[in-house]
């Protein structure tokens, strides 16, 4: 097992701390990659209570966790500093740069307990599923007080370790390679494309999200129902049978329906589909871990949408 320690520093224009929030298999994804990349880059991932026993200790301020990613049957071991949120505690190191990993379910309570650490100026970049909802819970939890920055990914992964204080390795597999998308902002694009997370800024943003919220409605729950990977369910007769009134509803709630046409989001799931064929979708992995799912956020977000018109 090849056991990450150094690389050759290359021209970065985002040098900015960044604090990752969420220890779920996207989350641990991108921190270790940028950290495989750039072993010096100033990363910390913030961890619930439960997390400590899991931790190295360096000293006795600074603590560690122990990631090993596997790709291909190719395990690498990389160290990420990490920290415990206490809500209780104002540090005087404030949280520039948020990168929220959780749980859509999840994000405003998580950024409701880092809050008092956040800087004035700082900004929240959120990496969820069903990231147009979650923008929306955000900036009602925050007033608009902080930038937003919406960050999209179709790499796939999950955690194949089971969360107990007895295994100090965290394990992800990363079982997909795709594409990840910022909005924006080509210096932090940079940095995601330098890591191996084939990263590119842009623009259009909130179209591409709809495009990944297609991807979403349609994997995620049948995955989910019917207990398989991505590459799998595309061979399901309720797979065939379900997603073409899945497309057609949220092509008609989104406010792009020329770009958005039920055979422009097909070609969009099956690449989707194609990238991503031995992943669990995070949907099944919830329901594996009888986890509260996303399922809200996703098709519910769609419903939602049709309701206001």
């Not at 994804?29 to 931790?55: D, G, V």
């Not at 929240?124 to 920055?149: K, Q, S």
């Not at 999950?158 to 969360?163: C, K, L, T, W, Y």
């Amino acid at each position: 097992m090849k056991r990450v320690v150094s690389t050759t520093y290359q021209s970065l224009p985002f040098m900015e701390p960044i604090h990752v929030l969420g220890g779920g298999s996207i989350g641990l994804l991108f921190a270790s990659s940028i950290r495989m990349a750039f072993p010096s880059y100033p990363l910390t991932m913030l961890l619930r209570k439960h997390h400590e026993p899991r931790l190295e200790a360096e000293g006795t301020r600074k603590k560690f966790m122990e990631v090993c990613i596997s790709h291909r049957n190719r395990p690498r071991i990389v160290r990420i500093p990490a920290a415990i949120i206490d809500a209780s505690k104002n540090n005087e190191t404030k949280i520039r740069n948020l990168l929220v990993a959780t749980k859509a379910p999840d994000a405003s309570a998580a950024i409701e307990s880092v809050r008092p650490n956040l800087h004035p100026s700082s900004r929240i970049m959120v990496l969820c599923n069903g990231a147009l909802a979650v923008r929306d819970e955000i900036n009602e939890l925050l007033n608009d007080e902080h930038r937003i920055t919406l960050i999209s990914t179709t790499h796939g992964a999950f955690r194949d370790d089971d969360d107990g204080p007895d295994d100090e390795l965290y394990h992800v597999t990363h079982a997909g390679v795709g594409k990840t998308f910022v909005q924006s902002d080509a210096p932090l694009a940079q940095l995601l494309d330098q890591s191996g997370l084939q990263a590119e800024s842009k623009d259009d943003m909130e179209l591409h999200l709809w495009q990944k919220l297609a991807a979403n409605c349609t994997i995620n729950p049948l995955t989910a129902i019917l207990g398989c990977t991505n590459g799998q369910v595309a061979q399901e007769d309720m797979f065939r049978t379900m997603v073409p009134g899945i497309l057609e509803e949220l092509s008609q709630v989104s406010c792009y329906p020329q770009e958005l046409r039920p055979d422009l989001l097909q070609g969009f799931v099956d690449q989707v589909i194609a990238d991503t064929m031995d992943n669990k979708s995070s949907m099944l992995q919830d329901v594996l871990r009888k986890k509260r799912t996303e399922i809200d956020y996703l098709n519910g977000y769609v419903v939602k949408k049709g309701l206001e018109l």
